[in-house]
């Protein structure tokens, strides 16, 4: 069974300590939320996984099936089976959609090997009908003057056509907006399964309405303060993150 | 019979500063032996032998000698332009060197050494596959030169510029140095006095090329100088498209070459040339192409620059009839140690004439490019148009761009745009693309092709997928 294990992880930028000790297994087929106030570290956590260079691991590390993925370029832990979904996507002019995802995929096949275009086409409109996307979207250049709920969709529509093992899901700001997340709850519910594991990141817990999560994780300045399953999303709903602040550390800056 | 002995020059000659490219598909040689030679150094002796060699007219040799002394007076055009132009030792370089001066219609009869040389470059398949007719130019003489029967049957003339001389002076002679001349500028001067090779294009009145035409250069021999001088003809309502390509092994001495291209769209005709440069990164490339565009004519450069030191280019229409349209689509990409000083020029000259630059400029390492276009719409004229719009796209953060465009239009019944951007690819944008499972070179790439895709959409087939190639040996070789 394909696992991610992130062990003890402390992560700086610069010389500011912002995760202080993360330790978290997610099997594959499992969906882990991590909820936490601003400035607890949830995105760092998702970008120091998939090897954002502005981010130092200090300490720990962080296993793909038993493997550390630490020393490998960002562009090898994505092919590894690493998927990030970006809270800001960056835009890429000129370059559509599809031929964005055709570069991916290309870039998975070994060397030499030609991706067959009909092939492709067939697999890419599959997953835009069962996303419910119309065919013109990816004619668009990526993330071009897209709306927050279109940039959304294009993080989906990637998640779907990679396949990867592991999904990092970082929703932490975009949670505001009912279109966007209702667009990220559909699109996980239809590609939650057996063979992807995910890491669900939100600030807020409106978004585990739609997504109904196999375990919930509190992270408060940096570190993991409690974990239990669906259940503890609706207690802190009640109590709020000021309840584990005040019994934890200080909330980081 | 020549022996054929290759030279294979390593990979990075680590005397050359100049480094970056991946010049692997064009970096080889062939040990030629030159049936003609001018030596080395240039004089009215250079020049003589290069006349009688070709056994040309009296006329030409004049033209020519004349045209030496224009050079030898003129300064060279360093204060506006680089300081590297005074790194050219014009007493080091060789003017001529040839096997022969006429070049063979079939593959079969071409020298052993040279056609290996146009097979490993692919020409021949390219012809047989798309082109109306091939000119393979090896130093300073086509080596190969021929037309598809069907398209000489319409009367289209397509031979290098020595066979053009000798057998249709009375076309050539009335064209010849009219768009483009001698004392146009210092290089322009040095053409002059020392061309060989080029082509010349006629195409009869009415009668649309359907295929492209292609001259495809080489450089062959360390310290050289390819001079050659193209002249393209298209009578009334006729349609012609040419491309250029060329290359060259890195030396570790420089290269020059120099050309001169002028065309003529006569009443209502068309030419669209296409240039994908891809000169070894030791090669001075300072060519002057414009073209005169009668009424309701239409000329379109379309210019991709991806080699050389230094490339000084800045293709022109001369927008002399009404209604004549003028077009320059310009991608230049400068690596380290590459200086793309490249642009265009736009000279309105009657009423409702309209012209179109867009030019993209890409800048890599510490590679640097330039635009620089004129514009001149004068006060007399009605009805004219221009549009520019020049995009810049840096890489690194010591890449470096200038644009310094030239727009002068005066009177108040033109129309006038201009738009000019530049451009960073973010580290953010790299690594969103690596998350993706693209590596950094794949990632740059990708930004770059996105950067130059809608224009190089409008480029034939064949050139755009071979735009992309060689964009993606570039950044291959930029990172890591």
């Known amino acids: 069974m394909s696992q991610l294990e992130i062990k003890d992880l402390h992560v700086a930028i610069g010389d500011k300590a912002i995760v202080k000790g993360v330790t978290l297994t997610i099997r594959k087929g499992e969906v882990h939320a991590v909820m936490g106030p601003n400035g607890a570290g949830k995105s760092t956590l998702a970008k120091a996984i998939a090897g954002h260079p502005d981010y130092t691991i200090t300490s720990g590390d962080v296993l793909l099936d ?39 995929r290309q870039a998975r096949l070994a060397e030499g090997e030609e991706i067959d275009a009909t092939d492709y086409y067939k697999r890419l409109y599959q997953k835009m009908d069962l996303l419910k996307i119309d065919r013109k979207f990816t004619s668009r250049s990526v993330n071009e003057g897209f709306s927050g709920g279109e940039k959304k969709r294009c993080e989906i529509l990637q998640l779907a056509m990679i396949e990867p093992l592991f999904a990092l899901m970082d929703e932490t700001d975009s949670g505001l907006d009912v279109d966007a997340m209702k667009i990220v709850s559909e699109g996980v519910n239809q590609l939650r399964g057996p063979g992807l594991g995910i890491l669900l990141i939100t600030h807020y817990q409106r978004l585990l309405n739609y997504i109904v999560p196999d375990f919930v994780h509190v992270m408060v300045d940096g570190r993991i303060v409690k974990s239990g399953d669906k259940s503890l999303a609706l207690e802190l709903d009640a109590k709020g993150y000021d309840f584990w602040v005040k019994k934890g550390e200080p909330v980081a800056k | 019979m020549n022996s054929i002995t290759e030279t294979l020059l390593p990979p990075a ?3 050359n500063p100049v480094g970056g490219i991946d010049q692997s598909a064009g970096n080889f040689s062939y040990d030629v032996k030159y049936a003609f030679d001018a030596g080395t150094g240039l004089s009215d002796k250079t020049v003589e032998f290069i006349s009688e060699t070709k056994k040309e007219a009296p006329w030409i040799r004049e033209f020519r000698l004349n045209a030496l002394k224009t050079f030898l007076a003129k300064p060279m055009p360093t204060h506006w332009a680089t300081k590297d132009l005074d790194n050219i ?5 060789r003017y001529y060197l040839s096997s022969g001066q006429k070049p063979k219609r079939t593959w079969e009869e071409v020298p052993d050494d040279i056609k290996r040389t146009f097979e490993r470059l692919g020409i021949p398949e390219q012809e047989r596959k798309f082109l109306a007719g091939v000119e393979a130019q090896f130093d300073s003489e086509a080596a190969y030169s021929n037309i598809k029967e069907t398209v000489s049957k319409q009367g289209v003339i397509f031979v290098n510029s020595t066979e053009g001389l000798r057998e249709h002076p009375e076309i050539f002679r009335k064209w010849f140095g009219k768009v483009i001349p001698t004392g146009d500028n210092k290089f322009s001067a040095l053409n002059s006095a020392v061309f060989s090779g080029g082509s010349f294009i006629y195409v009869p009145p009415g009668v649309k090329v359907s295929h492209p035409l292609q001259a495809y250069f080489r450089i062959n021999a360390e310290n050289f100088g390819q001079f050659e001088r193209t002249l393209i003809i298209a009578d009334e309502g006729a349609e012609v498209t040419y491309m250029e390509g060329c290359t060259a092994p890195k030396f570790s001495t420089s290269t020059l070459h120099s050309a ?12 669209q040339y296409i240039t994908v440069q891809n000169w070894a990164a030791n090669v001075f490339n300072l060519v002057t192409k414009r073209g005169l565009a009668h009424e309701e004519a239409e000329i379109k450069w379309i210019d991709c620059n991806i080699g050389s030191r230094l490339t000084m280019k800045y293709p022109g229409v001369v927008l002399k009839g009404r209604k004549a349209r003028g077009e320059v689509l310009s991608i230049a990409l400068a690596n380290d140690g590459q200086h793309q000083d490249t642009g265009a020029k736009m000279i309105h000259a009657a009423d409702e004439t309209t012209s179109n630059i867009i030019a993209k400029s890409i800048s890599v390492g510490q590679g640097r490019s330039t635009y620089r276009g004129i514009v001149h719409i004068p006060r007399h004229l009605k009805g004219c148009k221009n549009n520019t719009e020049c995009d810049a796209l840096l890489i690194n953060s010591s890449s470096r761009t200038d644009t310094y465009p030239a727009i002068t239009v005066r009177g108040d019944r033109h129309s006038v745009q201009h738009e000019a951007s530049v451009s960073k690819v973010s580290e953010e944008q790299i690594f969103y693309m690596q998350q993706r499972g693209l590596t950094e070179a794949q990632a740059m790439s990708l930004s770059v092709n996105g950067f130059v895709n809608e224009l ?15 964009i993606d040996l570039q950044m291959e070789g930029s990172v890591g």
């Open chain 1, 66 to 104: 038993g493997r550390s993925i630490l020393e490998m370029e960002p562009d090898e832990r994505a092919r590894a089976g690493l998927f990030l979904a970006f809270q800001y996507p960056s835009e890429i002019p000129g370059v559509s959609i599809a031929n964005f995802l055709r570069a991916a």
């Open chain 2, 13 to 15: 000659e680590e005397a």
């Open chain 2, 89 to 93: 030792h014009f007493d080091k370089i």
């Open chain 2, 260 to 271: 001169v291209v002028e065309l003529v769209a006569l009443k209502g005709a068309k030419i």
């Open chain 2, 456 to 470: 190089a959409r409008q480029f034939p087939m064949e050139y755009s997928v071979e735009l992309k190639r060689l």
